[in-house]
């Protein structure tokens, strides 16, 4: 497998409570209207890849549409995302209204919502 896109390794993926809590303690974060994105750095010794975590809210709606920003996020983060910065995980937190430009847009949407907050998270340290 290539690693981007659907499919790709579950290495790449942030699953664990802990490194979730971590994310939002240690991490620096950066907000649009649809996103908050959530980046911290790992240990200099941990040559693994980008890891990427995802979390949608209840209030987003059903469990299939939850999922399905899930995927559509997913997909356009790893479409947008820069190889160099193997040091560091990601965590996207979608806010209400994202569902609504996935189904209007589809992926199109989320990737700019992506390359929004991702062109926001250059800026400075931490700001929400």
């Known amino acids: 497998m290539s690693g981007n896109g659907a499919g790709s390794p579950r290495r790449r993926r942030l699953s664990r409570s802990g490194d979730f809590k971590r994310a939002y303690k240690e991490g620096s974060s950066k907000a649009t209207r649809y ?42 983060f790893w479409a947008q995302v820069d190889a160099e910065k193997s040091d560091q995980d990601f965590v996207l937190v979608a806010r209400p209204g994202i569902g609504e430009v996935i189904e209007k847009d589809g992926l199109a949407g989320a990737e700019e919502c992506v390359r929004e907050v991702l062109s926001r998270e250059g800026e400075g340290k931490r700001s929400t």
């Open 35 to 76: 996103l908050v994105l959530y980046r911290f750095e790992r240990s200099a010794d941990d040559n693994s890849e980008i890891r990427l975590g995802v979390s949608v809210s209840k209030r987003l709606g059903d469990a299939v549409t939850r999922n399905r920003v899930k995927r559509v996020l997913k997909e356009a």
